[in-house]
Antibody
Framework: QVQLQESGPGLVKPSETLSLTCTVS????????WIWIRQPPGKGLEWIGY???????NYNPSLKSRVTLSVDTSKNQFSLKLSSVTAADTAVYYC????????????????WGQGALVTVSS | DIQMTQSPSSLSASVGDRVTITCRAS??????LNWYQQKSGKGPKLLIY???SLQSGVPSRFSGSGSGTDFTLTISSLQPEDFATYYC?????????FGQGTKVEIK
């Protein structure tokens, strides 16, 4: 059974960089998209971006200037860095796996982590 | 960006009811539409992919339909464990976007 687990600081100061890591267990990191999504308290879901196992990335234009995703296949981990954070970046951050199949339209987020609450505050 | 609009935003229903949630895309997305269920304090769970395909392990009372711009998630007979928030999501083009969610509450 594939499992994803987010880890990282729960409190970040304004203007600093938010850093989270997602560890994948029970399956390989190869041949999938690895995705970050966030959910501000009481609000809906926002796609941050994805990184393919090969390292190709795609970011939400609304965050692109501040986001960096990376993947470490040797550790079965991928990571998120979000710079110059403000209170508006306070959210639960989820990592997820994106599966694809040539016979199926689109990419499905078939496994998710439980989420990590990150609060931006001084 | 493709805007996804769900309706209703919330609904109250009883166990055994048939429940229908709709999702409309601001432009055609073919069948690039997924549905997720989120319970309080948990990460979302994939229910339906490619508009109408049931994810493995998901009960058959869940079904999806539609293509182009209009989509529907149906729960044929609501069970106590189905009270949650439901989201649609398009993967037709980036940025991938979600509907605002539909909260299904106990009547």
């Amino acid at each position: 059974q594939v499992q994803l687990q987010e880890s990282g600081p729960g409190l970040v100061k304004p203007s600093e960089t938010l850093s989270l890591t997602c560890t994948v267990s029970g399956g390989s990191i190869s041949n999938y998209y690895w995705i970050w999504i966030r959910q501000p308290p009481g609000k809906g879901l926002e796609w941050i971006g994805y990184i393919f196992y090969s390292g190709n990335t795609n970011y939400n234009p609304s965050l692109k200037s501040r986001v960096t995703l990376s993947v470490d296949t040797s550790k079965n981990q991928f990571s998120l860095k979000l710079s110059s954070v403000t209170a508006a970046d306070t959210a639960v951050y989820y990592c997820a796996r994106g599966s694809w199949d040539i016979a199926v339209p689109g990419t499905t987020l078939d496994y998710w982590g439980q989420g990590a609450l990150v609060t931006v505050s001084s | 960006d493709i805007q996804m609009t769900q309706s209703p935003s919330s609904l109250s229903a009883s166990v055994g009811d048939r429940v229908t949630i709709t999702c409309r895309a601001s432009q055609s997305i073919s069948s690039y539409l997924n549905w997720y269920q989120q319970k309080s304090g948990k990460g979302p769970k994939l229910l339906i992919y490619a508009a109408s395909s049931l994810q493995s392990g998901v009960p058959s009372r869940f079904s999806g339909s539609g293509s182009g711009t209009d989509f529907t998630l149906t729960i044929s007979s609501l069970q106590p464990e189905d009270f949650a928030t439901y989201y649609c999501q398009q993967s037709y083009s980036t940025p991938w976007t979600f509907g605002q969610g539909t909260k299904v509450e106990i009547k």
